[in-house]
């Protein structure tokens, strides 16, 4: 597998992905009657991106467009300005992944786009986009689930993956293990009864004063600290022993911070870091150990922006293998939001004939594996 990836002055990544024997494995997975080429497009939240996916697992083009740097100021994601932001970069995005695949829109059998969940006017703007496309193209148009978007990356690099797998989905706004039962088909073993395992990272940072993004921040700082020098709780659930609290730790942390700033004790913020990421990593790997174990199920992959995460994705390695349990892991870059992964799970929707009407809406709380239903009720 070959990753091609160059950064712009101007931050936008433009990469694509290849593998020489990509054509025998496409028959393999995608049955092999004929190219499907779609255009991806995706806007839920501070990243425009726009992608070139064939045949569900080959990277013809991924841009991302990211607004980090233009949110890091505000220490946090402010809705309006991200959708002002994604109206701005959107057609240069589509243009830019059409040309680095080499394509024209003529070449595309379908446009494909992320409409939930999400921020609803981040989300309009990409629906806004690939309907417009659609309609003056008349291609066909798939709308897709940001987190089936998320579990499909492992498709990308991973051509042997096939359901039925488990996948522990970890982002900003969801942590959800789930059976991947079949393309498209998802169920629920646990899910945070709180905040997402993400959104812990960046309260957490915040308070240590590492600022927003705070994922990537706390993964870098706990590197230099030790995990042992606090122990934060991991929390149970009693009657759903595969659901995530979050929201405990986080107060635990806080409530450190605070008692260590009235005592004029100094903390080095490397251990605090260090030690809250033990206490996410080892609740989420031991979870998803156990539903393996219990669902018989012996491949587990992981998934979203956390899914990068460098002690989530080691510790996991550590104990599939102990467990002889395949692990499958994107790379960090399709860890967290690109079109690439919405081009990947929009195939699978195209095999199977799901038509969305260009009365396709913006559904910023779209639950998992419930897609149609939200949809139809959306009409
Ligand atoms: O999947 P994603 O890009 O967007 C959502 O769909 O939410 O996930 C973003 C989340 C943020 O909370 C960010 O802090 C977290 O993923 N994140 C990380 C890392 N990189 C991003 N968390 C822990 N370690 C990382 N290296
Ligand atoms: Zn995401």
Do not use: W
């Not at 402010?78 to 994604?86: D, F, G, L, M, Q």
């Amino acid at each position: 597998m070959e990753i091609n990836k160059n950064v712009e002055d101007d931050g936008v990544i433009f990469m694509s992905i290849k593998d020489k024997n990509e054509k025998e494995d496409e028959k393999n997975v995608a049955g092999g009657d004929g190219d499907v080429t779609i255009l991806a497009i995706e806007s839920s939240c501070d990243e425009t991106a726009a992608a070139v996916v064939r045949n569900g697992r080959e990277v013809l083009s991924n841009i991302i467009s990211s607004q980090i740097a233009l949110h890091t100021i505000y220490g946090g994601v402010v809705p309006e300005i991200a959708s002002r932001k994604h109206v701005e970069k959107m057609n240069g995005c589509v243009r830019a992944a059409l040309s680095e695949a080499g394509l024209t829109l003529d070449d595309i059998d379908a446009v494909a786009v992320t409409y939930g969940p999400g921020l609803v006017g981040a989300l309009l703007v990409g629906v806004s986009e690939a309907k417009a496309i659609s309609f003056a193209t008349g291609k066909p148009l798939i709308g897709v689930h940001h987190i089936e978007g998320h579990i499909s990356a492992n498709f990308i690099e991973n051509k042997e993956l096939k359901p039925p797998f488990m996948c522990l989905v970890v982002s900003g706004g969801h942590s959800h293990l789930v059976v991947v039962k079949d393309y498209g088909e998802y169920e629920i073993v646990g899910q945070t009864r709180d905040d997402a395992a993400g959104e812990a990272f960046d309260k957490v940072a915040r308070a240590i004063g590492l600022g927003y993004p705070g994922g990537p921040k706390i993964d870098a700082a706990a590197k230099k600290g030790n995990p042992e020098a606090f122990t934060f709780p991991q929390a149970k659930i009693a009657d759903a022993e595969y659901d995530f609290s979050f929201s405990g730790l986080k107060s635990a942390v806080l409530n450190y911070i605070n008692q260590a700033k009235m005592q004029g004790q100094e903390l080095d913020p490397n251990d605090v870091a260090a030690s809250f990421q033990k206490a996410v990593v080892e609740v989420l790997v031991g979870h998803a150990i156990r539903a393996c174990k219990e669902y018989k199920i012996n491949s587990l992959a992981i998934a979203g922006g956390v899914a990068s995460n460098t002690a989530l994705r080691e510790l996991m390695e550590k104990e599939c293998k102990a467990e002889g349990i395949s692990f499958y892991k994107p790379s960090p870059v399709l860890c967290t939001d690109n079109a690439a992964m919405i081009g990947a799970a929009a195939y699978y929707e195209y095999k199977k004939g799901k038509k969305f009407g260009l009365d396709l809406n913006a559904v910023p709380n779209l639950p998992l594996g419930d897609r149609e239903r939200r949809y139809h009720a959306g009409r």
